[in-house]
């Protein structure tokens, strides 16, 4: 990303993720990639614009890339779905719902977020960690999880 806003990306250029020279005005990027095999996703790239809305290129295989109509969001995120972070600090996810990482829709408070593999991640205003998703290994086991603030 450059100063100007445009956004440049490295890579196979005949692959869609890559799509990006058009954007103007971003003020955040996420890639979301993930190992080409039959069983997953493949790479999209999404992009935050100063005026709040959001855009994606790349698979869309699991819908991760219909963000379009989403306005007021104020950070993003991407590994198999995209995650935004809207300006009244909820939470939406679009994108593969199989493992339950898009159940974000009744976090509040939320000032940042992050994909895993197979789950979200939410850090509130107070702290405290939200997480949703794929629990197998114990990625979403953050009940007492509290983050400090100085």
């Not at 069983?39 to 219909?66: E, F, I, K, Y």
Request: glycine share 14%; hydrophobic share 40%; charged share 20%.
């Amino acid at each position: 990303m450059s100063v100007d806003g445009s956004v440049v990306a490295a890579g196979t250029p005949r692959s869609t993720e890559y799509s990006v020279g058009a954007w103007r005005d971003i003020v955040a990027v996420a890639a979301g990639n993930v190992r080409t095999a039959s069983n997953t996703g493949r790479s999209h790239t999404v992009g935050l614009r100063t005026n709040g809305t959001v855009v994606a290129v790349g698979w869309n295989g699991d819908g991760q890339c219909d963000v379009a109509g989403r306005a007021d969001v104020v950070a993003v995120a991407g590994w198999r779905r995209t995650l935004a972070v809207l300006a009244n600090g909820t939470a939406h996810a679009t994108g593969r719902p199989d493992e339950g990482a898009c159940e974000v829709d009744g976090w509040r408070e939320i000032v940042a977020t992050a994909a895993g593999d197979w789950h979200s991640v939410g850090l509130r205003a107070d702290g405290s960690v939200l997480a949703a998703g794929d629990n197998d290994d114990g990625q979403c086991d953050i009940a007492h999880w509290h983050l400090r603030t100085r």
